[in-house]
């Protein structure tokens, strides 16, 4: 008394699809200015797979913009040691070439000074005296009645 073998007639998974993405995503992953990449990369999206790709055997021209640039602004800030709100308040354009970073660091500008003792933890003002933010129990405010 064995029943016939019935037809399975469950759903079948759905194959896989490549995901997909935009050249600007990419180009933030592999850390290049989007506008200096070439026309074919910006054209049409990126497979995650290429992605991988052009990670691990990077292109001619990919390894050329990674030494020479122009690089993102935060590859900018990165090799200035500054943050990218910095490179907005000293006024850098949004791309500059390693050429461009090198002659900052040699002129090394006040602004680039200041912004540099900001961002090093453990520098530039101590907690508590900065406008506006609340004294710390090593920095306690002292009243004017009290001297």
Same mark, same amino acid.
């Given at each position: 008394?064995?029943?016939?073998?019935? *037809?399975?007639?469950?759903?079948?998974?759905?194959?896989k699809?490549?995901?997909? /993405?935009?050249?600007?995503?990419?180009?933030?992953?592999?850390?290049?200015?989007?506008? !200096?990449?070439?026309? *074919?990369?910006? !054209?049409?999206?990126?497979?995650?797979?290429? /992605?991988? =790709?052009?990670?691990?055997?990077?292109?001619?021209?990919?390894?050329?913009?990674?030494? =020479?640039? #122009? &690089?993102?602004?935060d *590859? @900018?800030?990165?090799? /200035?040691?500054?943050?990218?709100?910095?490179?907005?308040?000293?006024? @850098?354009?949004?791309?500059?070439?390693?050429?461009?970073?090198? !002659? /900052?660091l040699? *002129?090394?500008? =006040?602004?680039?000074? !200041?912004?540099r003792?900001? &961002? @090093?933890?453990?520098?530039?003002? #101590?907690p508590?005296?900065?406008?506006?933010?609340? #004294?710390?129990?090593?920095?306690?405010v002292?009243?004017?009645d009290?001297?």
């Open positions: 008394m064995t029943d016939p073998e019935r *037809e399975d007639r469950r759903q079948q998974p759905k194959p699809k490549e995901q997909l /993405l935009s050249p600007a995503t990419a180009a933030k992953k592999l850390g290049v200015y989007l506008p !200096a990449t070439p026309d *074919e990369f910006r !054209a049409a999206p990126i497979s995650r797979t290429a /992605l991988l =790709e052009l990670q691990s055997n990077a292109p001619e021209w990919l390894t050329t913009l990674r030494r =020479e640039g #122009p &690089h993102p602004r *590859e @900018v800030s990165r090799r /200035l040691g500054v943050s990218n709100s910095a490179l907005v308040r000293g006024g @850098v354009s949004d791309s500059m070439t390693t050429a461009e970073i090198r !002659a /900052l040699d *002129e090394l500008p =006040e602004w680039l000074v !200041a912004e003792e900001k &961002h @090093v933890p453990g520098s530039g003002r #101590p508590g005296t900065a406008i506006g933010e609340r #004294p710390t129990a090593a920095n306690p002292v009243d004017d009290e001297l």
